[in-house]
C-alpha cells in the first residue's frame, strides 16, 4: 500500500500549463500503475491518465488526450501530470492513485485517498 501527497494545483488562465506532482510513500511504489482522477463539487470522480508501472505505456481520457501528459519517475516515487492548453472545465480536485488494467482505482493499493490538489482555469 501507499501513501500519496498531490500538489502542484493553483489558479490559472485559460490556455496555460501546470505541472501536477504525486508522491506516494510505503511499500514499493513501481509495483503500481497509477492513474490521476479530477472530481468537482456534485460530480463523479473522472479517469484522466494512466501510465504503467515502468511507464511504458500510458492512456488518456478522450477529453484531454493531445494536452495532458503522465510520467513517472520511481526513482523519486512520483507521477506528473503535465496540463497544457488548460480550458475552464479542467478545473476540479486532482487525485492520483494506483490503478486496476481497466483503469480503476486499485482500493487494495492504498490506504486512502490523498487530500488532492485544485487547479481552477479561469477563462
Known amino acids: 500500500q501507499v501513501q500519496l501527497v498531490e500538489s502542484g494545483g493553483g489558479l490559472v488562465q485559460a490556455g496555460g500549463s501546470l505541472k501536477l506532482s504525486c508522491v506516494a510513500s510505503?511499500?514499493?511504489?513501481?509495483?503500481?500503475?497509477m492513474g490521476w482522477f479530477r472530481q468537482v463539487p456534485g460530480k463523479e470522480r473522472e479517469f484522466v491518465a494512466a501510465?504503467?508501472?515502468?511507464?511504458?505505456?500510458?492512456n488518456y481520457a478522450d477529453s484531454v488526450k493531445g494536452r495532458f501528459a503522465i510520467s513517472r519517475d520511481n526513482a523519486k516515487s512520483t507521477v506528473y501530470l503535465q496540463m497544457n492548453s488548460l480550458k475552464p472545465e479542467d478545473t476540479a480536485v486532482y487525485y492520483c492513485?494506483?490503478?486496476?488494467?481497466?483503469?480503476?482505482?486499485?482500493?487494495?493499493?492504498?490506504?486512502?485517498w490523498g487530500k488532492g490538489t485544485l487547479v481552477t482555469v479561469s477563462s
Open positions: 501510465i504503467g508501472r515502468t511507464g511504458g505505456s500510458t
Open positions: 510505503g511499500r514499493t511504489f513501481s509495483s503500481y500503475a
Open positions: 492513485a494506483p490503478i486496476r488494467p481497466d483503469f480503476t482505482p486499485n482500493s487494495y493499493g492504498m490506504d486512502s
